[in-house]
């Protein structure tokens, strides 16, 4: 057992502020293998999870004096999860738990239920008929062009918050009319298809 195992997280980030090598290789030890479990539950790959944990842990190391860490833990989880985030933007990975909506969407769509795409497409088409013109763009944009919120903001001169509100009311409104979460999938799927 080393002398730095018996400190308290605060004591460690209190050396570690000091500039402690020692300090921060037990904070290594002690939240590496846990802020890399939390990675690979969502990325799956180890060399990717590696990646993102060395940088986390260079970040903490580099900015030693000026981070405002109150939780180690905290501190350590948030900043893996950021990470993940911005490997999802990078578009290299799906989150875990996306990937199944994507079978399931394509598992609808080539399942004998009854509608057939056009007529799936016409019943969209509709419900986009009923929604207030500036909602229909906003969702034709997001859904159709893929665009994100931010670009359709710009886009229509309106604010971010407004574009999500518009989106959030129209799938709600969707989800309601569909009765499943998983035909709205199916929908969006749909939609994309020539």
């Not at 999938?185 to 020539?194: E, G, R, S």
């Amino acid at each position: 057992m080393n002398a730095y195992s018996i400190h308290t997280d605060q004591e460690l980030v209190a050396l570690l502020k000091q500039g402690d090598l020692h300090a921060f290789d037990e904070i290594y030890k002690r939240y590496w293998k846990k802020a890399f479990n939390e990675a690979y539950k969502r990325l799956r790959n180890a060399e990717i999870c590696e990646e993102l944990i060395q940088d986390i842990f260079a970040g903490i190391w580099l900015k030693r004096e000026l981070a405002d860490i109150e939780n180690l833990w905290a501190y350590v989880y948030t900043a893996t999860r950021n990470q993940v985030f911005v490997e999802y933007k990078k578009g290299s990975r799906l989150p875990v738990f996306e990937e199944p909506l994507e079978h399931m969407a394509a598992s609808y769509l080539q399942a004998d239920s009854g509608f057939e795409l056009q007529e799936l497409k016409a019943s969209i088409n509709a419900w986009l008929a009923m929604q207030p013109e500036k909602r229909r763009e906003i969702f034709k944009l997001r859904y159709m062009e893929e665009l994100s919120t931010k670009e359709i903001s710009e886009l229509l001169g309106i604010s971010q918050k407004t574009v999500q509100n518009q989106l959030i009311t129209a799938t709600a409104q969707l989800k309601a009319k569909l009765g499943d979460g998983i035909a709205l999938v199916a929908i969006v799927a749909a939609m994309k298809l020539p």
